[in-house]
Each structure stands twice: as C-alpha cells, then as structure tokens.
C-alpha cells in the first residue's frame, strides 16, 4: 500500500484527468438517481413564488454565460415554469455580456413552447441585454423604459400591453437574478437597498458562499446554490406541480438532478484524493522525523 | 436547443479541440482557442450595436430628435473614447475616461455603504433585550465578523490582545475558504458535467442510434 | 427641442466644458490631465447628492442624475468594445510581421470579423441578433449556439480537471489553519451531495443509517454556511465596502488618477 501510493503521487496527471473523465462520464451513460434534499433558502424561495397571485410581476434576470450555463440554465427553467403555471407574468432582461441574451433567448423559447396558451406582449416580455448594469439598475426606480425603451426585438416598449402597467421596478413583485459573478451583488446592493424590490438568487456554486451573508442580513428572500440548488427547486416544482415533472424525466434534456448524480462521485474521487494524498504527506514527515532522529 | 446534424458536429469537435489540451497544448486546441477569442469579440460587438447603440442611442435620435438631442453628447464622448489610440491626441479620450470612470464609482459608493455596510453591520449586531437559542449563534456570528475585521485592519501594528482576536478571525476565515472550496468544486464540475452531457447524450448516441 | 434644466446642464457640463477643455488643452498641455479630472467630479457626485437631495432638477425622473443613467448605458456599450482595437491591431501586427503563431491570429480575425459583421447585419436588416419572426436562427445566433457557447462552456470545464489534480497534489494539512480548512471543504462536500448514501447503495442494510447521516451533514453543512461562513463573508463584505467607498471619494475627487494613466504629481 505505501508504494502504491508513493507511485500514485508521483503518477502523470493525464491519468488523474482520465480518472476524472470517466468518473463523471459514468452516471452520464448509466444514471443512478440518487436523492435529493432541500435546503432552507431554495425552499423560501420557491414558497414566496408559490404565493404569488396571477397577474403578478416577475423580474427574471440572465446574468450568466455558457460558462455557468449547466448550473443557471436549470434554475432559470424551473423559476420560468413555476411563474407560467402560477399565471404569474414574467419579465426578462439579461446584463451579463458574453453570451448572456442567446442563452436567455434560448431559454424563453424552449420554456414558453411548453405553455402553448402564453401570449408574447401579455403574458411575458423580453427586455433583452443592455450595457452598463449599474447604470441601469440605478434608473429602474425611476422608469422601465428608459433603460429599455425597445424589447429584445426592437418593438416600442409602449406598444407591448404588459408593459403599459408596469412604469418602474416598484410594481415588480420579485427579481429572480440567475448569477455568475458581481452582477447578481448589484442587484441586492442597490435595487434591494434603494427601492426594496424582494430579490432572490441564483448563484453558481463558485460564488454562493458569499451570497450567505446577504441572506443572513435579510436582503435576500431565498437562494438557489449552484447545481445542487437547482435540483432542489426541480425537486420542489415537480412536486408541488406534478404535471411539469414531465420535463424532468425526458433521457437525453440535460437536469439538474441528473446532473447531482455526478456530482456525488467526482465529490467521492476528489475527497479520496484529499485523504490519499494527505496520508501519503503524514508519511513522508513521519518517515523523515525518525530519520532525523 | 436543437442544433441540427451540422451544428451538432461543429460543436463536438470544437469541445473535443478544446479537450484535447489535457493530453498536450497542440495546434487543435491553439485553433479552438483563437477561434474562441475572435468569436467573443465579434459577439460584443453584435451584442452592444443590437442591443444598446441601437435602441438607445441612434433610433432615439432618428425619431424623435426634438426630445433626444442631448444623446449626441454621450456619442460623441464614445467616439472620444477611441482616440487613445491616436499617439498625438490619446489625451483627449481623458474627457471621456474620467466622467466614465467616475459616475460609475459615484453609484458604487452609494451601494456600498447603504448597500453592502450598513445591512451587514445591522446583522452582526447582537441584541441583548432578550435570550434565546439564537443568541448564542448570534455571538458567534458577531465575533467572526468582528475578528475578521480586526484581522484586516492593517493600519497598525497588532497588539497582544488583537493578535489573538486576529487569530481567530484567521479560523473563521480558513472555516470559509474551505467552504467555499467545496462549493468551487460542485461549480467547476457542473461545466464538466454539462459538455459531457452534451457529448454522450447529444453526440455519441444519436451517432450510434441509440435512444 | 426638449430644454429642461437637467438636460441642459448635462450638456453644458460633459459637452461644452470638454470642448472648452480641450481647445485649451491645445495650446496649455498642463491642462489635459486638471480640465477632465474637474469634470469628473461632476460625474461622480452627481449620482451621490441626487440620493440625498429629493429636488426635481436633480433627482426626479427628468432630473440630471436619472438622464445621467441613460448617457452612461450608451458610453459604457462604446467602453465594451474598447478592447477590440487593441487586438486588431496587435493580430494585425503578428500577422504582417509573420510572428511565431500569426495563423492564429488569422482564425482569430476572422471568427472577428464573421461575427461582427453578423451582429451588424442583424442591425442594419432590423432581424436582429435572436430569432427570426418564425423561430428560424439569425446568422449570429447560429454562430453563437454552435461556435461561442460550445468553446465558452468547454474551455471553463477544464478547471475541473486542474481543480482535482492540485486536490491530489497540492491540497495539505500543513498546519492548523489548513486543516481547520481542509475538515471545513470536507464537511461541506459531504454535505452537499448524497455521498454517504452513495457509498452505501451496494449494502442495503446501511441504507437507513446512510441516510440519517446524510441528513445530519447537510444540517451541519447549512449551519457552516450560514454562521461561520457567513460571519467571515460578512466582514469581508464591510472590509471591501469600506476600503472601495474611500477609494471612491478618492479617484471622484482627483486624488487617484491612476485611471487616467497619470501619476502623483501629473
């Protein structure tokens, strides 16, 4: 065993990187579906939706790539499809520039095909992508249409229905900010702060453990952390609403509860790794204090 | 999102382009990369001419130029924003740098004060009006903030009774960094997880006709 | 032609009084640096007093700072595609000079310039960048879905193979406050995901107890997340606020001019 793992230290990595490929592509060609529980903030999320009345407003923001894509993509879906099955009406707008609007455009067609009876214009608008967040989200307590004076496909904001009763944020019941980076802060930090609109995020895993102080502190309604966040919504949806669980079960559309399964082995290999590599340490040190002595 | 055959394929092959570095940096992966740089930059430019310069900037002017005559002064300041670039009148983009540069600071110190201080010391406060079970997770969520603030302040030199409350801050800190570690795993993972979806489910199978 | 206060002054300060600047800046070289950095104190403290000052001129929905809001989602689009010059012309260098790698800098250009000027023919035809009237793909979207995302999402996913390799090598119990870290990234692993009941999957009988155990991690894992994490976030966040909230006043009133290229003294 010890020159075992004394030859597995000094092992090339592209065999780690091989390890780690078929550790991940496994569950992928034979699922598991393991379990998954609920945390605290995705289910005060999905609750304050929950109860939401139809006709309400939802600020539903892309801010995120295809960087974070497998991880925000399923958050977004499932927050889309809660609102249209509640007959809660949904605004989009993406801030994030690289690549944020073809994901958000791919998005809203995907999840809208699946309610045939929503309207465009009356039920759900697309703002699309506009430069200078900040900027932006200072004006918003101000009016909609200054900011976005066209929707994503250059219709007159004033000719859109659903818009004529929507002049600035304080008629939005809720932003949902799907995150990667400082973007969903500036949300919290300054729509929250400044004109009290509830918020609730959705970060990539990287970046959740800071997101808690603003949940501790009460700026944040709920949270959805990473891709774990977005199976437990998933979870949550199909549950109180089992008519949508059907787009969770289809083999080849990517969830995040497939995904979790993954998860779960490569967290396996990545902690085994941590302990192997750690004995292997306290060996070496040990070894090298008796020869010292 | 249905790519289609010819889609399907430019995608693998991009992913496997990028995938191949693992074994060795080589001319695929340095093709991929480049293609990869030039396709991000020309993204920016139909993103921000579509979806900003277009409807705020020149349709506003074209329409209704009586109502919109002062956009000409953020154009143009745009426009200056370019002349960094000319040796002899790179200075005049400074006009355009600076009022940038300081409106968005301007907006920053008003939301990280009201924002990002004021709610995060209202949290870390602990009241004393009454005890309970959540006292004692309030204490100790006040002295994690509180020393790992004492832990950042560098402004002078750390005394006997401060270096300990320091050292403790340093535990709640090394507490969160290894939290955050395990979150940045199931993060960068989730990436992996998805191309590998992508590749076996929505590349290989189809390929080899399984369902 | 729409003369409100608040427009008017906006025009006279970042429109008139750079133009003044800059024709002094022609003839005095030593204004070219003080003119601009008067005139971003304008910038900067405009969005600061219209939160506190509640008059029409300044803060109302036609007041200086709201029209403020829309120049600057105008000039930070021009900042976006800043960058661009610079690569065109470093390609463009590598490439007449027939540097080391200048085909790469070709592919470079020309995934450039196909994109871009799809973007631009979107914008001229009025289809835009999205979807066609009947579901069918624009020219940049369709270089979007099947060139950007693909090579975007892949060239991030490598992390996760660096990111176990340097667990495997790298990641050790050197002292307290690495392992203090290394119990805490362990938890919060375990916690996280359905570990032990994957572990447990082939022995059945341990399917009950794994599952209990499961629950109780992902209790603790919240509770680290929540006040140990979150106190540590916490003063991070007040740390960083307050230090960029001085820096703030500093570059808003000339202090820093390290934006602008300038050193102390200049």
Redesign the interface.
């Given at each position: 065993m010890p020159g075992f793992i004394d030859r597995?230290?000094t092992l090339d990595?592209r065999w780690?990187?091989l390890f780690?490929?078929v550790s991940?592509a496994t569950p992928i060609i034979y699922p598991?579906g393991?379990?998954?529980?609920t945390?605290?903030s995705t289910r005060a999320a999905f609750e304050y939706i929950e109860a939401l009345k139809p006709g309400d407003v939802v600020w539903i923001s892309f801010d995120y790539?295809?960087?974070?894509?497998?991880e925000n993509d399923p958050m977004a879906e499932a927050i889309m499809r809660q609102c249209f099955t509640k007959k809660v009406r949904v605004l989009v707008s993406v801030f994030y520039?690289?690549?944020g609007?073809?994901?958000a455009?791919?998005a809203v067609?995907k999840v809208t095909a699946e309610f045939p009876d929503l309207k465009y214009g009356e039920d759900y608008v697309n703002l699309g992508y506009?430069?200078?967040a900040a900027?932006?989200m200072?004006?918003l307590g101000?009016?909609i249409s200054?900011?976005f004076p066209t929707d994503?496909?250059?219709r007159p904001i004033g000719e859109i229905p659903m818009m004529r009763g929507i002049h600035d944020i304080r008629q939005v019941k809720l932003v949902f900010t799907a995150a990667t980076g400082i973007i969903g802060e500036w949300w919290i930090t300054q729509v929250h702060s400044?004109f009290g609109t509830p918020i609730i995020i959705g970060p990539t895993a990287v970046s959740a453990?800071?997101y808690?102080?603003y949940?501790?502190?009460g700026q944040l309604l709920g949270m959805l952390g990473g891709m774990?966040g977005a199976a437990e919504y998933e979870k949550l949806l199909a549950g109180a609403h089992p008519e949508l669980a059907k787009f969770y079960k289809t083999t080849r559309a990517f969830t995040a509860t497939k995904g979790?399964d993954g998860?779960?082995?490569?967290?396996?290999?990545?902690?085994a790794?941590?302990v192997?590599?750690?004995y292997a340490?306290?060996r070496a040190r040990a070894a090298k204090k008796r020869g010292a002595a | 999102?249905e790519?289609g055959v010819?889609?399907t394929w430019?995608?693998?092959l991009?992913?496997l382009a990028?995938?191949s570095?693992?074994y060795k940096d080589n001319p695929f992966f340095?093709?991929?990369?480049?293609?990869?740089?030039?396709?991000?930059?020309?993204?920016?430019?139909?993103?921000?001419?579509?979806?900003?310069?277009?409807p705020?900037?020149w349709e506003p002017m074209r329409q209704n130029f009586?109502?919109?005559?002062?956009?000409?002064?953020?154009?143009?300041?745009?426009?200056?924003?370019?002349m960094?670039?000319l040796p002899k009148f790179g200075?005049?983009s400074?006009?355009?740098?600076?009022?940038?540069?300081?409106?968005?600071?301007?907006?920053?110190?008003?939301r990280?004060?009201?924002g990002?201080?004021l709610p995060?010391?209202g949290?870390?406060i602990l009241p004393l009006s009454h005890f309970d079970s959540r006292t004692l997770?309030s204490a100790?969520?006040?002295?994690?903030?509180?020393?790992?603030?004492i832990?950042?302040f560098f402004s002078r030199e750390q005394g006997p009774v401060t270096k300990r409350i320091a050292r403790a801050?340093?535990?709640?800190?090394?507490?969160?960094?290894?939290?955050?570690?395990?979150?940045?795993?199931?993060g960068?993972?989730a990436?992996?997880i998805?191309?590998l979806n992508?590749l076996i489910l929505q590349w290989i199978y189809p390929m080899l006709g399984i369902s | 032609?729409?003369l409100e206060f608040g427009?008017v002054a906006?025009?006279v300060l970042?429109?008139i009084l750079?133009i003044i600047?800059?024709a002094m800046?022609l003839r005095a070289p030593s204004l070219?640096?003080r003119?601009?950095?008067f005139?971003?104190?304008f910038?900067?403290?405009?969005?600061?007093v219209a939160?506190y000052v509640p008059k029409a001129f300044l803060s109302?929905?036609t007041g200086m700072?709201?029209?403020?809001?829309?120049?600057?989602?105008?000039?930070?689009?021009?900042?976006?595609?800043?960058?661009?010059?610079?690569?065109v012309?470093n390609s463009s260098r590598k490439i007449g000079r027939r540097e080391k790698?200048w085909p790469?800098?070709v592919?470079?250009?020309?995934?450039?310039?196909?994109?871009?000027?799809?973007?631009?023919y979107?914008?001229v035809t009025?289809h835009?960048?999205?979807?066609m009237p009947d579901?069918s793909s624009t020219p940049?979207?369709?270089?979007?879905?099947?060139?950007?995302?693909?090579?975007?999402?892949?060239?991030?996913?490598?992390?996760?193979?660096f990111?176990?390799?340097a667990?495997?090598?790298?990641?050790?119990?050197?002292n307290a406050?690495?392992s203090?870290?290394?119990?805490?990234?362990?938890?919060?692993?375990?916690g996280?995901?359905?570990?032990l009941?994957?572990?447990a999957?082939p022995i059945p009988p341990l399917h009950a107890a794994a599952?209990s155990a499961?629950?109780f991690l992902?209790k603790l894992t919240?509770w680290?997340?929540?006040?140990?994490?979150?106190?540590?976030?916490?003063?991070?966040?007040?740390?960083?606020?307050?230090g960029?909230?001085s820096?703030?006043?500093r570059?808003?009133l000339g202090i820093e001019r390290g934006?602008?290229?300038l050193g102390k003294g200049e």
């Amino acid at each position: 065993m010890p020159g075992f793992i004394d030859r597995m230290l000094t092992l090339d990595r592209r065999w780690i990187f091989l390890f780690v490929l078929v550790s991940v592509a496994t569950p992928i060609i034979y699922p598991i579906g393991l379990p998954v529980t609920t945390t605290g903030s995705t289910r005060a999320a999905f609750e304050y939706i929950e109860a939401l009345k139809p006709g309400d407003v939802v600020w539903i923001s892309f801010d995120y790539g295809p960087s974070s894509a497998p991880e925000n993509d399923p958050m977004a879906e499932a927050i889309m499809r809660q609102c249209f099955t509640k007959k809660v009406r949904v605004l989009v707008s993406v801030f994030y520039p690289l690549g944020g609007l073809g994901l958000a455009n791919s998005a809203v067609a995907k999840v809208t095909a699946e309610f045939p009876d929503l309207k465009y214009g009356e039920d759900y608008v697309n703002l699309g992508y506009k430069d200078g967040a900040a900027a932006v989200m200072h004006r918003l307590g101000d009016d909609i249409s200054g900011p976005f004076p066209t929707d994503v496909n250059g219709r007159p904001i004033g000719e859109i229905p659903m818009m004529r009763g929507i002049h600035d944020i304080r008629q939005v019941k809720l932003v949902f900010t799907a995150a990667t980076g400082i973007i969903g802060e500036w949300w919290i930090t300054q729509v929250h702060s400044q004109f009290g609109t509830p918020i609730i995020i959705g970060p990539t895993a990287v970046s959740a453990p800071k997101y808690y102080a603003y949940l501790n502190a009460g700026q944040l309604l709920g949270m959805l952390g990473g891709m774990k966040g977005a199976a437990e919504y998933e979870k949550l949806l199909a549950g109180a609403h089992p008519e949508l669980a059907k787009f969770y079960k289809t083999t080849r559309a990517f969830t995040a509860t497939k995904g979790m399964d993954g998860q779960t082995v490569i967290h396996t290999v990545i902690l085994a790794f941590i302990v192997l590599g750690n004995y292997a340490f306290f060996r070496a040190r040990a070894a090298k204090k008796r020869g010292a002595a | 999102m249905e790519l289609g055959v010819v889609g399907t394929w430019i995608a693998a092959l991009l992913t496997l382009a990028c995938l191949s570095f693992l074994y060795k940096d080589n001319p695929f992966f340095r093709f991929a990369e480049s293609l990869f740089a030039g396709v991000s930059l020309g993204y920016y430019v139909g993103i921000t001419l579509n979806q900003t310069l277009m409807p705020n900037l020149w349709e506003p002017m074209r329409q209704n130029f009586g109502q919109n005559w002062d956009l000409l002064v953020p154009g143009l300041l745009g426009v200056i924003l370019y002349m960094r670039y000319l040796p002899k009148f790179g200075w005049v983009s400074r006009y355009a740098l600076a009022i940038y540069v300081t409106y968005y600071i301007g907006v920053d110190f008003t939301r990280r004060l009201h924002g990002e201080v004021l709610p995060q010391l209202g949290r870390a406060i602990l009241p004393l009006s009454h005890f309970d079970s959540r006292t004692l997770v309030s204490a100790i969520f006040m002295l994690g903030v509180g020393s790992v603030l004492i832990y950042f302040f560098f402004s002078r030199e750390q005394g006997p009774v401060t270096k300990r409350i320091a050292r403790a801050g340093i535990w709640f800190l090394m507490i969160s960094f290894g939290a955050a570690f395990g979150f940045t795993v199931m993060g960068r993972v989730a990436l992996l997880i998805g191309r590998l979806n992508f590749l076996i489910l929505q590349w290989i199978y189809p390929m080899l006709g399984i369902s | 032609m729409n003369l409100e206060f608040g427009r008017v002054a906006l025009v006279v300060l970042f429109g008139i009084l750079p133009i003044i600047g800059i024709a002094m800046g022609l003839r005095a070289p030593s204004l070219r640096s003080r003119i601009p950095i008067f005139i971003g104190i304008f910038a900067g403290f405009i969005p600061i007093v219209a939160l506190y000052v509640p008059k029409a001129f300044l803060s109302g929905e036609t007041g200086m700072s709201s029209r403020l809001d829309l120049w600057l989602i105008i000039l930070a689009a021009f900042a976006l595609l800043l960058g661009i010059v610079n690569v065109v012309q470093n390609s463009s260098r590598k490439i007449g000079r027939r540097e080391k790698g200048w085909p790469y800098a070709v592919v470079l250009l020309t995934g450039l310039a196909v994109t871009g000027s799809f973007g631009i023919y979107g914008a001229v035809t009025g289809h835009g960048i999205g979807f066609m009237p009947d579901g069918s793909s624009t020219p940049f979207k369709w270089v979007e879905d099947r060139f950007f995302q693909p090579l975007q999402s892949t060239i991030f996913s490598l992390l996760a193979f660096f990111m176990a390799s340097a667990s495997f090598r790298a990641f050790r119990a050197r002292n307290a406050e690495a392992s203090i870290l290394l119990v805490a990234a362990g938890l919060v692993m375990m916690g996280r995901v359905p570990l032990l009941e994957f572990l447990a999957a082939p022995i059945p009988p341990l399917h009950a107890a794994a599952a209990s155990a499961s629950q109780f991690l992902g209790k603790l894992t919240e509770w680290i997340m929540d006040t140990p994490n979150g106190a540590a976030q916490s003063g991070i966040i007040i740390g960083a606020a307050l230090g960029a909230a001085s820096m703030a006043i500093r570059v808003i009133l000339g202090i820093e001019r390290g934006y602008l290229g300038l050193g102390k003294g200049e």
